[in-house]
């Protein structure tokens, strides 16, 4: 597999894998008979959820055209996965109406997140090696930057902080610092200046695990 080449999932998806671990770390720990704890925890989870199939979605309408041109048979299995996905999703939020005040229904939820994650990382390796390998074999850098530049351009505004979030404190300091120089080119100062700042936080945070 080449390693040389500019991998368009690398940052989004190390951020929704940390998403979905802390998710599962805090459902594991939680009490879901303690109301007020476990209603802030459905809330975030309603959210990362939203917003992991907003990413689905926008792949779907950016990526996967292109994929079809010259992987036909891989973009079938990623969009199948999407709707595997999507049951997944559905299940999770079913769960979370009841789950609060209800720790049977809180673990059958935990479960539910399991499996979800779970479906969700063997997916995103999947994109990150085969899936890139093609958009290498048949795209320039170029291209596929501009493709990722497409995805981000169909976020709303009041989403971006929590993605920007996700993914500066889901990758290594090396990646972070590229990360905020790319914003600095072109992004407006206010996501720049927030990009800093939870950078800032996400070294605090590791400085203090140590």
Same mark, same amino acid.
């Given at each position: 597999?080449?390693?040389?080449?500019?991998?368009?999932?690398?940052?989004?998806?190390?951020?929704? !894998?940390?998403?979905?671990?802390?998710?599962?770390?805090?459902?594991?720990? *939680?009490?879901?008979?303690?109301?007020?704890?476990?209603?802030?925890?459905?809330?975030?989870?309603?959210?990362?959820?939203? *917003?992991?199939?907003?990413?689905?979605?926008?792949?779907?309408?950016? @990526?996967?055209?292109?994929?079809?041109?010259?992987?036909?048979?891989?973009?079938? !299995?990623?969009?199948?996965?999407?709707?595997?996905?999507?049951?997944?999703?559905?299940?999770?939020?079913? *769960?979370?109406?009841?789950?609060?005040?209800?720790?049977? @229904?809180?673990?059958?939820?935990? *479960?539910?997140?399991?499996?979800?994650?779970?479906?969700?990382?063997?997916?995103?390796?999947?994109?990150?090696?085969?899936?890139?390998?093609e958009l290498?074999?048949?795209?320039?850098?170029?291209?596929?930057?501009?493709?990722?530049?497409?995805?981000?351009?169909?976020?709303?505004?009041?989403?971006?902080?929590?993605?920007?979030?996700?993914?500066?404190?889901?990758?290594?300091?090396?990646?972070r610092t590229?990360?905020?120089?790319?914003?600095?080119k072109g992004?407006?100062?206010?996501?720049?200046?927030?990009?800093?700042?939870?950078?800032?936080?996400?070294?605090?945070?590791?400085?203090?695990?140590?």
């Amino acid at each position: 597999m080449q390693t040389n080449r500019y991998n368009p999932y690398t940052y989004i998806h190390k951020g929704i !894998r940390r998403e979905l671990t802390e998710l599962l770390r805090i459902a594991a720990n *939680l009490d879901f008979a303690d109301v007020e704890t476990a209603e802030a925890f459905v809330r975030r989870l309603r959210l990362s959820v939203r *917003l992991m199939h907003q990413h689905a979605e926008h792949e779907d309408e950016v @990526v996967d055209p292109r994929l079809q041109e010259f992987a036909p048979k891989l973009a079938r !299995r990623v969009l199948a996965t999407h709707k595997v996905l999507e049951t997944h999703e559905s299940e999770v939020l079913g *769960l979370t109406a009841s789950a609060v005040g209800n720790p049977a @229904v809180g673990y059958t939820l935990y *479960l539910a997140l399991s499996r979800y994650t779970a479906t969700q990382f063997a997916h995103m390796s999947e994109e990150e090696t085969d899936v890139a390998q093609e958009l290498w074999l048949n795209m320039s850098d170029e291209e596929i930057i501009a493709t990722e530049h497409s995805i981000v351009s169909h976020i709303p505004p009041q989403d971006m902080p929590v993605y920007l979030t996700w993914m500066i404190h889901g990758v290594n300091e090396a990646e972070r610092t590229t990360f905020i120089n790319t914003l600095k080119k072109g992004a407006p100062p206010e996501a720049v200046a927030f990009a800093e700042e939870q950078a800032r936080a996400a070294r605090e945070a590791q400085l203090a695990a140590v």
